[in-house]
Nanobody, 115 residues
């Protein structure tokens, strides 16, 4: 069983920066593909960024160049550094782990960006 706990959300002005963290329990973290998803009010959940177990990164076009995903396998943590925030980045951000066909989710952390 894997438990994921997000932290770091909050209120930020447009143009500012915010870092989100995901702490994972369990022994599969280093072998998991880790991702950040987000869900804005009234919209479907969307993939924001992914980092594989080997460190390969990918980003949604909407955040490319502004967000950076990273992981520390020794600490079982994943970070999403968000720069140049925009009001459209406002959403609940979820940590996701994929391992051997299983999907694990955190409960989410709210990010609000004011204009």
């Amino acid at each position: 069983q894997v438990q994921l706990v997000e932290s770091g959300g909050g209120l930020m002005q447009a143009g500012g920066s915010l870092g989100l963290s995901c702490a994972a329990s369990g022994s599969i973290f280093s072998s998991s593909t880790m991702s950040w998803y987000r869900q804005a009010p009234g919209k479907q959940r969307e993939l924001v960024a992914t980092i594989t177990s080997l460190g390969s990164r990918s980003y949604a076009d909407s955040v490319k160049g502004r967000f950076t995903i990273s992981r520390d396998n020794a600490k079982n943590t994943m970070v999403l550094q968000m720069n140049s925030l925009k009001p459209e980045d406002t959403a609940v951000y979820y940590c996701n782990a994929k391992y051997r066909g299983m999907n694990y989710w955190g409960k989410g952390t709210l990010v609000t960006v004011s204009s």
